[in-house]
Structures are given as structure tokens and as C-alpha cells.
């Protein structure tokens, strides 16, 4: 579907599903729920700005794989009735050692065509470039895999694409939490716009500029990324080594239809 074909105003129960990209880690909130805005919610907020009556849930837990979203999120987000419903799961699967892309997308098939059977519009999402990143690069032609996956499934089953691994932007460190790993709130705000964008859906959202990042010399850049493998990626395969996850213990943002507070920071 074309941006900008969508009537502006159409959507009045939002349901957002997946992982930490997209419950919103990354974007602290300590007044919301699970400690975190994010792209989603503030999606919802220009919603619930043109429509007091709009409803948004966010079942999106972070650490969670494909199978897991699928078979925890699918279901309860269908029992809503949504009008508009937001998927992006397998980047924590795209990271595993071994990974059976076809078989996991065929999965994903099956779901997204359960959504759009309800008559919900479906935005699905390709996977960040990560060009910028020595961590990522081995990983490239797997996230470049997937993304034809994702893009026949949203051919077959008239879904909306938001081109994640097209946005050059986030080859900019300002648009990343200083873990790399997850958006800065920059970062989660410009996701924010693209989202509305491709919907079509009228917005006075700024474009949020990186936060600035001090330029290192090669010796503070050496410091830095020891610092970073000592504080984010150590206990990132710790995590995976013990089959625990990040959102252990944590219940989505909003299970249930809900009308999100409109903030009033960037």
C-alpha cells in the first residue's frame, strides 16, 4: 500500500506486538509502565490527540523470540478487535548461533495472515541495516534474508512495510541507546514519524536530531568498547548461555485497550 493512501483519522484501536524494539527499551520513562515510552506509544499519542476515544495496547515484551510472540501475542491481540496492528519479532532469533530463517518466516506467514484476516491493517517491519556496526556486520546477509521474507509476506497479505533496513539515518550513534543494541529516544522518536508516514496519517512530529556522541580517539575508542562489552554484550550472552531473557518477570505495557497519556517531552 501506497503512504499516504490511508484516510488520516481511520484507526481507532491500535495493537502493538513484538519484542523490545517494541515495547520501547531504550527510550526511559520511569512514569510508564515497564519503565519505557517508545516508538509504539508515541505512535499512539498523535492517535489519541486527534481522537480521545482511540484505544492502544502494547503486548510487546522484550527478549522475546519469534515463536514466543507469536504464540503469547497473536491471540490476545486478535481478541481486541484491532483496526491497526503492529509485528516485528525474529531480530533475538537473527542472533542466535543457528537460526532456520524459513521455517521460523513461514510461521510468521501464518500469523500475519490470522491478522489480516480480521480486517486489521498489518505494518510489518524490515530489520535495521546496520551498516555502522562491527558487532552486526557478520550478521548482514542474515538480516538481508529475512528482509525478502518480510517483504513477500507483506506482498501475499497486503501488509504495510515500514523499510527499517533503508533508513539511513540510523547509521548515525545519536539514534542508539549507548548500549547498541536498542533506539535512543531520538532514535524511537524518528521510528515514531516514519510509522505515521507510511500510514499516512497527518502529524506535526519534528524530525529529532541524534544526540550528540563525543567523538573518541582510537585509545577512548578501545576503553569505550571494552566498557560496552563488559556492561551490555557480557551479560547479553550470559543471558542467552542460561536460556534467561531480559523480559523474565515483566507483563506487557498495555494488555488491554487503553488511552495512552499524551507526553508532553520530545
Not at 527478549?63 to 525474529?90: F, M, N, S, W
Not at 499516512?200 to 580517539?217: A, E, I, M, Q, Y
Request: charged residues 25%; aromatic residues 10%.
Amino acid at each position: 500500500m501506497v503512504a499516504g493512501t490511508l484516510i488520516p483519522g481511520r484507526f481507532h484501536r491500535y495493537v502493538a506486538l513484538g519484542d523490545s524494539f517494541t515495547e520501547g527499551v531504550g527510550d526511559p520513562d520511569p512514569a510508564r509502565p515497564n519503565g519505557v515510552r517508545g516508538w509504539a506509544d508515541r505512535v499512539a499519542e498523535t492517535m489519541t490527540a486527534r481522537d480521545p476515544e482511540f484505544g492502544y495496547a502494547n503486548l510487546a515484551i522484550r527478549g522475546r523470540k519469534l515463536r514466543a510472540i507469536l504464540a503469547e501475542q497473536v491471540g490476545p491481540a486478535i481478541a481486541l478487535r484491532p483496526d491497526l496492528v503492529t509485528l516485528y519479532a525474529g531480530a533475538n532469533d537473527i542472533l542466535r548461533p543457528r537460526v532456520d530463517l524459513d521455517d521460523l518466516m513461514r510461521e510468521y506467514d501464518d500469523a500475519v495472515a490470522r491478522l489480516a484476516d480480521t480486517g486489521a491493517q498489518v505494518v510489518l517491519f524490515t530489520a535495521f541495516g546496520a551498516r555502522a556496526s562491527r558487532f552486526y556486520a557478520p550478521l548482514r546477509g542474515r538480516f538481508a534474508y529475512y528482509n525478502e521474507l518480510v517483504r513477500e509476506i507483506v506482498d501475499r497479505r497486503g501488509a504495510t512495510l515500514v523499510d527499517y533496513w533503508r533508513m539511513s539515518a540510523y547509521d548515525d550513534w545519536g539514534y542508539w541507546d549507548l548500549d547498541r543494541l536498542h533506539m535512543s529516544s531520538a532514535g524511537h522518536a524518528l521510528m515514531a514519524r516514519q510509522v505515521l508516514d507510511v500510514l499516512g496519517v497527518r502529524h506535526d512530529l519534528p524530525v529529532p536530531p541524534p544526540l550528540d556522541r563525543p567523538v573518541l580517539s582510537r585509545a577512548e575508542q578501545r576503553r569505550a568498547n571494552w566498557a560496552w562489552t563488559r556492561t551490555h554484550a557480557g551479560p547479553w550472552v550470559r543471558r542467552r548461555l542460561t536460556g534467561r531473557s531480559s523480559g523474565d518477570g515483566l507483563s506487557p505495557k498495555y494488555p488491554d485497550l487503553t488511552s495512552v497519556e499524551i507526553s508532553v517531552a520530545s
